[in-house]
């Protein structure tokens, strides 16, 4: 690999894990550089990343990973982007094995968690329901929808920024445009360690949150995907309860009419949102 390599590390309270994280980092890879993007911590962080002689990005309050990500972006001056979480969940020696196969002509690989690094139960469950839903979107085997490990060709990344939420799912984001643009992505399993520190995840919260990135794989993708099943239900209940009041009343009912132009209009907002969608990802030349 002769690409000049930024890594990129979004952190807010996470000294705890920069001290372990950031000497492996060194360790691990020849002459890194490493920017570590402060979004409004109130421990630290940034004295412990400029301490190991990291680059440090700060955020004057808490802004979001998905910030935290694009400032990092937008400041790196590396052909080739290495994205980690700054809790010591990932494993430094894994990086020259994401830049190899990146090497192989793909343009993102992707640090693919197994079953045994997920959190809990209910993390498994919602992760590998998530990478079902985008595996169907795509037409691609989709192994970790929501791994912040990644490293990508830094070019193509910044295509995207505009479309990244401030939020913590722009791993989705990112991967469901990647796929919709035709760049090819790969992904390598990895071991994932128990985080140092707190999270920042809130299960009643963040649980609406992560229903919303299914609806948001969907429209990212190919929105009719989505719309054009809906619209298909409405349609067989209309026409089946038309069938059943035909056979027992004899007349067609305002529900019959009503579910009817309900799949015409759902289907209606789902081409348009697939031309909308087409135009996003619109690229020159």
Known sequence: MNSRITIILPARNESAGLKTLLPRIYAAVSSPDVIVVDDGSTDDTAAVAEAAGAHVIRHPYGIGNGAAIKSGARAATGDVLIFMDADGQHEPADIPRLLSKLDEGYDMVVGARGSASQANIGRRLANRLYNSVATYMTGHRIEDLTSGFRAVNAKKFREFLYLLPNG????????????????????????????????????????????????KIATLYSPLKLFGPVALGFFAAGMGWYVHTYLTQGRFTNMSALLISASVIVFLIGLVSEQITALLYKREG
């Open 168 to 215: 913590f799912s722009y791993p989705t984001t990112v991967t469901m445009a990647f796929f919709r643009s035709g760049y090819p992505i790969a992904y390598l399993p990895i071991t994932a360690h128990k985080r140092i520190g707190k999270s920042h995840i809130r299960p009643l919260r963040d649980g609406v949150r992560f229903l919303l990135i299914i609806f």
